[in-house]
Nanobody
Framework: QVQLMESGGGLVQPGGSLRLSCVGS????????MGWYRQAPGKQRELVAS???????NYADSVKGRFTIIRENEKNAIALEMSNLEPEDTGVYYC?????????????WGQGTRVTVSS
């Protein structure tokens, strides 16, 4: 059973940047599609970015051009680089592992890391 551990969340001012990291144990993440989701207060969890095992990426329209999902296979990890952050980016960010090499059903979640964008 894979375990995913996120880190890197925190409080940042609008326009600032953060880098989230998700390290896996118990499974090799490079052969699976991975994703970052977020859940804002009072809202449903939504997909922010995903990457297949062959590097195909997909982003929510709201984050295109500002967020980048990165594979760090040597660390058995993925990262999410976020820039030009907006208050609407506030929420708990979750790392997700998909069942196969491409985006589909999630079979493992991390515990989440909180991002707060506020002045």
């Amino acid at each position: 059973q894979v375990q995913l551990m996120e880190s890197g969340g925190g409080l940042v001012q609008p326009g600032g940047s953060l880098r989230l990291s998700c390290v896996g144990s118990g499974s090799v993440l490079s052969v699976f599609a991975m994703g970052w989701y977020r859940q804002a207060p009072g809202k449903q969890r939504e997909l922010v970015a995903s990457v297949s095992s062959v590097g195909l990426t997909n982003y929510a329209d709201s984050v295109k051009g500002r967020f980048t999902i990165i594979r760090e296979n040597e660390k058995n990890a993925i990262a999410l680089e976020m820039s030009n952050l907006e208050p609407e980016d506030t929420g708990v960010y979750y790392c997700a592992k998909y069942r196969t090499w491409n985006v589909g059903q999630v079979d493992s979640w991390g515990q989440g890391t909180r991002v707060t964008v506020s002045s």
